[in-house]
Every structure is written in C-alpha cells, then in structure tokens.
C-alpha cells in the first residue's frame, strides 16, 4: 500500500471514528439522564387519598376530605376541600386521575355524586364541579385517554354510568337488568369489564368513541371443588394490567386471583386462577378466612402487587394482619406467584369495598388506605418494595377518619411547568439534530482539507 493510501485509510478510519463517537451522543446523554430519573424518581411524584369522612364524636359525624403526599419526602398535604365534597355521612370512597394528571374525579357513596377536582398543583386542590348520577356512586374507572369516567354502585344494583370528564356531564347510565354491576375497569380497546359479585360472573361491554356503551358478554368463571365443597368466585373487583390484556379479578373470599385475559373488544379468555396468596382455608366451615380486595402494577407491567384482608387462622385462632404479596406476569394472561405474604400491615379489617381501589404504586413504594368502612385506621400504610419495609402516614384529624382510595397523580412539577420524569426522552431528539449537524460540518472540513492535500509521489521503496 502506497504512503498516499494509507493516509487516506487513517483519514477515513478517523472520520468513521468521529462520526460513531458523535452518533451515540444522544443515547449517551439520554442514559445519562434516564439513570438520574431512576434514582431521582420520586421526585415530582405525588400520591392523593380521600378519607371516608373527617371521624365523629358523641354527636356529630365530621365531614371528609382529600389529602395529598409528597412521594419523594412522604409529607403529607391537606385537608382539602373539606365540607365541599358532599355530606359527611355520605362517604368519600374511591378516587382515580386522569392519565394526565391533572383531573381527579372522587365518588361521595351516600351523596350518589362524584366530584371533580382541579390536582394539577398537589398543594393547592380546586374543586371543578360535581354530577349526581341518581344511584350510590362507588367505583370509578378512566379511560386511557382520559376522556370518560365509568361509575358503578358496589351495592346491589345493575347500573353502569358513563360520563364526559371535560364538560362534567353524564353521557349515559346503561342498566344491565337481571345483573349487578359491583365493580368496573377499562381497557384502551374499548374493553368494559363488570364484576357481578352475587351472581358470581364478569359481564363485558364496549365502550364507543363518544362514550356511549354496548353490552357484549356474560362470563361465569368455571367453579371448583375443595374438601366437598363448590368453590364460586365471590369477586369485589377487576383491574386490567399495562399490557391492556391480563385481567385480574379479586375474590373476597379466596386464596387466588382469577385471571383472564382480553382477545378482543368485550372479548374475554378465561386463563385460571393463582393460587397461594395469605388468605386461610377453613376445614370445618368450609370456607376462606380472608380475600383480595386491590391490586397495582410495576412501572413496567412485569409485576402486580395484591393487597388480601381479614385473615384469621381458626387453628391457631390467630388473626394475621393485611398483607401484601407479589405476582409476576410474564406474558398476556400468564401469571404465577412470586412471594406470599411479602409484607405485613399495621392493620386487620375483615370485608371490602366493591371496586375501590385502595392499593397505589408510586415510585418504589406502595400506598395503602383501608379494604372497608369498619375498624378502618386514619393512616396510610407505605410499602417500601426495595425491603418491604412497612411505615404510615396519618391522615385526618380523629383516629376514626378512614383512609379510603388511594391513586397517583404521575406528573413532574417543576417551577410550576409539568414535565414528565423521563427528561432523558425529550433531550434525545435534540441532542440528535446537534450531532448531525456537527457531523455535517466535520465532513465539510474534512472534505476540503483532502482536496486542498498535495502529497510527492509515492517512491518505489513505500511499497
């Protein structure tokens, strides 16, 4: 090889080098950032509760009121809006926010209303309206775009109402006749699912782009036999995990999860159940002492966090407090137990709130308020999932000012600007025009010191 051609080849590996090396420096500064986001990633993150009402005394039942926490420190925020969301007798029970962030909507059960509140500043919450619906409002499910609320009863009704979350107005309440409609999630496929506690079943229906619904099927979970007695799904509620497919259904009196998953519009596959969880089988009654009443997921879906109650060993005659076990999804539909009983709380209620979801991820932790009305505590229950460490926050005024729903509220606030916490994915398209432009102009640089180059004839002995 000529001295001329080898000046050329170091020329064009040193290019190729400047080019890689300026490449990458997106990802590199995206990572950068993404590192820091995950070990900063509590910050910016803010959980909001409701208590069931604000405690009594000898004569008077004070009225409830909305709370928030701070992730990052666990401070917590609040009372707010207290005497505003209905009367105290009525019940503050479920909240859930809107993907955005910067809607909650919360259902006053006695009241038959839900009320809409302004959350985009955590320490400073608004109230934006309220709508009756005509029947006890108790679970709340949003859609993915967050666009409809759907609301059920939780008592022994069959309406199903569907509402528009920006103008505050009903869309419309289906009545699904001879069955009850307890508990309700939504998928982003238009997926309705019902629990139908009594009668014990799912029923589904589709829900169209303007918020109005269609019943599709009816599903009867296959029952099973255990020491000679018929085991049927008692189910208070349903969540749909981010895989928008794996449907898990709470039974109120079982060992198990009941798992299905979605292959269709208000389609559902029947997948089995999971087995294990901490609830106690019964030899004499023939029945479980304890059930599941929430579950949450991990940021990336991979793992479902169930919340199970009222666990009493008759053998022992031992009443075991709530617990907190983990379940790993591994693809649509498949999931297995991971870890029983991984967490125990500072608390034991027997029963459940149909649908309420009472169970919250944010960040590494988990928030806990109370599966009931009875014997409920004014604390929430923290979960830290690196250890399974337990702690709590006390919530409202008087030890009786139950701790009901519990959701998060997913937004970065910064100087007042919402961000999301992923800083690394908004950089990423601008560092990547920075390199191409450097790029560019290294090749213009490059290509105009090689033509203006003038190197002497290459001698036999540079061979």
Request: proline share 6%.
């Amino acid at each position: 090889m000529t001295m001329k051609k080898i000046s050329q080849f170091t020329k064009s590996v040193c290019l190729l080098w400047l080019v890689s090396i300026v490449a990458v420096l997106p990802a590199v500064a995206a990572s950068s950032l993404l590192v820091q986001a995950d070990v900063n990633e509590c910050s910016g993150c803010w959980v909001i509760t409701a208590t069931l009402n604000g405690g009594t005394n000898e004569t008077y039942t004070f009225p409830g009121a909305l709370y928030t926490v701070d992730v990052a420190t666990d401070t917590l925020y609040g009372p707010f809006l207290e005497g505003q969301l209905g009367p105290p007798g009525g019940g503050l029970l479920d909240v859930a926010v809107t993907p955005d962030g910067s809607t909650a909507i919360v259902s006053n059960f006695g009241n038959s209303t839900v009320f809409f509140i302004d959350v985009s500043n955590p320490t400073n919450l608004h109230l934006l309206g309220s709508l009756n619906i005509s029947f006890f409002a108790e679970d709340i499910a949003i859609t993915s775009d967050g666009q409809f609320a759907l609301v059920t009863d939780g008592g022994l009704a069959s309406q199903l109402a569907s509402i528009d979350i920006a103008t505050r107005t009903l869309v419309e309440v289906e009545d699904l006749g001879g069955t009850d409609a307890q508990a309700v999630a939504v998928a982003p496929d238009g997926t309705v699912i019902v629990v139908d506690y009594l009668n014990g079943s799912l029923h589904t229906l589709t829900l169209d782009a303007f918020g109005y619904l269609t019943p599709a099927q009816d599903y009867y979970t296959p029952q099973f036999e255990k020491d000679g007695a018929n085991i049927t799904d008692w189910s208070v509620n349903v969540a749909v995990a981010p895989d928008d497919q794996t449907v898990l259904v709470s039974p109120a009196y079982a060992d198990y999860l009941t798992i299905y998953q979605i292959t269709g519009p208000g389609t559902l596959t029947y997948c089995g159940r999971v087995f294990g969880l901490p609830p106690i089988w019964d030899n004499v009654t023939k029945t479980w002492h304890g059930g599941q009443q929430s579950v949450a997921f991990s940021a990336n879906g991979t793992q479902a966090y169930v919340f199970s109650n009222g666990i009493y060993d008759p053998v022992a005659n031992v009443t075991y407090p709530n617990q907190i076990s983990v379940l790993d999804i591994t693809d649509p539909g498949c999931v297995s137990l991971r870890l029983s009983g991984a967490a125990f709380l500072m608390s034991n209620q027997s029963g459940q709130f149909f649908g309420v979801d009472v169970l919250a991820r944010a960040c590494h932790k988990l928030y806990v308020g109370n599966p009931t009305s009875f014997s409920a505590v004014n604390y929430l229950h923290v979960v830290d999932l690196t250890d399974f460490s337990v702690s709590s926050i006390s919530v409202g005024p008087r030890p009786d000012a139950g701790v009901t729903g519990v959701a998060v509220l997913p937004r970065l606030f910064v100087g007042g600007d919402i961000l999301p916490v992923n800083q690394g994915e908004l950089l990423a398209p601008v560092l990547g025009l920075i390199a191409v432009t450097i790029v560019a102009v290294a090749a213009l640089l490059w290509k105009g010191r090689v033509t203006n180059l003038r190197l002497p004839p290459a001698s036999d002995s540079g061979r």
